[in-house]
């Protein structure tokens, strides 16, 4: 059983940047494909980045693509977020998740991921 614990997020003014993290404990981080998600109030889940286990590849959905950036730190067991340039829709809770099978034509997919973190809130005032 993997336990996800999300940080970073705040508020932050439209333009501006924030650093999320993800901690893992409780299974091999190095094992699990991890990706990030976010849900707007009214709106349903929808897929933000993902990178493999190795950090070889990673993807993103367009509406973020050249301003947020996933890594991840397998001595350290975390994920990260880096979000530049942030617009007051991006608003909403963000959370990580972890993937054993690591099916990348399924990373988009909320079904595709085993484990869930709480979720850190990100406001983005205009």
């Known amino acids: 059983q993997v336990q996800l614990v999300e940080s970073g997020g705040g508020l932050v003014q439209a333009g501006g940047s924030l650093r999320l993290s993800c901690a893992a404990s409780?299974?091999?981080?190095?094992?699990?494909?991890m990706g990030w998600f976010r849900q707007a109030p009214g709106k349903e889940r929808e897929f933000v980045a993902a990178?493999?286990?190795?950090?070889?590849?990673?993807n993103y959905a367009d509406a973020v693509k050249g301003r947020f950036t996933i890594s991840r730190d397998n001595a350290r067991n975390t994920v990260y977020l880096q979000m530049n340039s942030l617009k007051p829709e991006e608003t909403a809770v963000y959370y990580c998740?972890?993937?054993?099978?690591?099916?990348?034509?399924?990373?988009?997919?909320?079904?595709?991921?085993?484990?869930w973190g709480q979720g850190t809130q990100v406001t983005v005032s205009s």
């Open positions: 409780g299974g091999t981080f190095s094992n699990y494909v």
């Open positions: 990178i493999t286990r190795a950090s070889a590849n990673t």
């Open positions: 998740a972890a993937d054993r099978d690591g099916a990348w034509s399924r990373l988009a997919t909320m079904t595709a991921y085993d484990y």
